[in-house]
């Protein structure tokens, strides 16, 4: 495996060239620049043959120019030049390089020998590539953002986070990613977006943030892994320690062909990845969205959960509606959790504040015990069920109105955190009120989705984080 320590030169570099840098607001070259000289910390500089100076700084004709001033060069040239620019960065003793150009092995045999081409100035230049054909990386800190796309008030929008990203995909993974992280859906410690690998990898990348103090949890998408064995031990390493999710696309020869034909990637056998990335712990899903869930999840919660029962999948569903509960079971099913049948002393518990015509079970059907004795009975039944020494957590499905006010959120967090279970939610009703649910919610730990599928998907992934854990602790599980 290579020495990922190399890796700084592009996450914290001293000093940055912007190989490409463009007045043109309509190109890549000047959003990168522009992103560049607002966000980054040291010094920028823009290189531009045709330029003497762009946004106020000077511009160079060339990294030659630049000889012991920069460590890290991004590019966004055409496919054909970038040979000549690594040239010029050996030559000026640039130490790493982002390529985000694309037209390389992704375009056929021609495009693969400018790739190996570049691949060769590099190692005897000594000189790291990422990329190329990607839209590069971020890291929240300290803080730099390679992306050609442009987000202006970065340092007020990009909020510091534990959460990391690689993507292999050129632009539709960056730009989703991109979309969630902007937005606040989670807060990320470093994205990357890989493309073409012709240098750093995906294993590279993913031994990197293991070790990461500020990374806390990782999410992955991936059309191919060239060293899986190297993958999983770098998985394995993580297991019960991080949690790591994988969308590994190019399952089917259809799809495998897709992934080619724009990142170069060669799929591989799904059964041999699908059996060694769940020996290693590994949390694999099959859609953006569910990558995206439980990022949002572990981002919340990236330490495991301990769980009450040797199983560590046994769930209550909490819900103001009879169906929703009806539906989280099936769903719970599908995705290994069972609901067993409450014990005595929490059944007894849940009967002081139910009316009397309706017996308490799981689901736990809560609406009429709320009618009966308002939100007491509310926090009254989630204690008792996170009470129950057979609950590992619990699905809160839930209305949003004017009557969110009421709720006890505070007193909600207080109960998780004793019980130390996990719990997650899902709203529906007034749409105007949604958001102050999930602020709320998530401020004490509870993700909030808008789908139960979700909702169910991401305790599952809690509970199956936790149930490594214990095995890497030598605990036992059972089940």
Aim: a negative charge; aromatic letters at 8%.
């Amino acid at each position: 495996m290579k020495a990922h320590k190399d890796l700084d030169h592009f996450f914290a570099p001293a000093s940055v060239a912007v190989v490409g840098a463009t007045p043109n607001k309509a190109k890549g070259g000047y959003s990168i620049i522009a992103n560049m000289l607002e966000s980054f910390g040291g010094p920028v500089y823009p290189v531009n043959p045709g330029r003497t100076e762009i946004n106020g700084e000077k511009c160079y004709a060339s990294l030659r120019d630049l000889q012991g001033k920069v460590e890290l060069a991004v590019v966004f040239v055409p496919a054909s030049q970038v040979p000549g620019v690594l040239e010029d960065g050996a030559a000026a003793g640039i130490k790493a390089a982002v390529i985000e150009s694309g037209g390389f092995a992704e375009t056929g045999e021609e495009g693969r020998e400018l790739q190996d081409r570049c691949l060769r100035i590099a190692r005897e230049g000594g000189m790291r590539l990422w990329g190329p054909n990607c839209t590069g990386l971020v890291n929240t800190d300290p803080l730099i953002f390679t992306p050609f796309i442009r987000f202006p008030d970065l340092r007020t929008r990009l909020q510091r986070g534990n959460l990391g990203i690689i993507a292999q995909s050129g632009m539709m993974a960056a730009g989703f990613m991109m979309q969630y992280l902007l937005t606040g859906f989670f807060k990320v410690s470093k994205a990357c977006a890989i493309g073409n690998k012709m240098d750093v990898d995906e294993v590279e990348v993913l031994a990197y943030l293991a070790d990461d103090p500020n990374t806390e949890a990782v999410v992955a998408y991936l059309e191919s892994i060239g060293d899986g064995r190297a993958f999983v031990e770098v998985a394995r390493r993580m297991a019960g320690a991080k949690p790591l999710v994988v969308l590994k696309g190019g399952r089917y020869e259809e799809s495998a062909r897709a992934a080619l034909s724009h990142t170069a990637s060669i799929a591989g056998s799904d059964e041999v990845i699908e059996g060694a990335l769940r020996q290693a712990g590994v949390l694999r899903v099959h859609d953006f969205q569910d990558l995206m869930d439980l990022g949002k999840a572990f981002s919340l919660n990236p330490r495991p959960f301990g769980a009450a029962s040797a199983e560590g999948n046994r769930i209550a569903v909490v819900t103001v509606s009879g169906g929703g509960g009806v539906v989280a079971s099936d769903l719970a099913r599908d995705n290994g959790l069972s609901i067993p049948p409450l014990r005595e002393e929490t059944l007894e518990k849940l009967r002081r504040v139910f009316p009397p015509w309706m017996a308490p079970g799981n689901p736990v059907d809560i609406w009429p015990a709320i009618e009966q004795n308002g939100f007491d009975a509310f926090s009254g039944s989630i204690e008792a069920v996170l009470a129950d020494p057979g609950i590992d957590g619990i699905v809160l499905l839930t209305f949003a109105s004017r009557i969110i006010g009421a709720f006890p959120f505070e007193e909600l967090g207080e109960k998780m955190r004793r019980a130390g279970k996990p719990m997650v939610s899902w709203v529906f009703g007034d749409a105007r009120f949604f958001d102050t649910y999930r602020d709320s919610m998530e401020s004490i730990g509870a993700p909030v989705y808008t789908t139960v599928r979700s909702c169910v998907k991401a305790l599952a992934a809690y509970l199956h984080f936790g149930r490594w854990s214990r095995l890497e602790a030598g605990e036992p599980v059972s089940g």
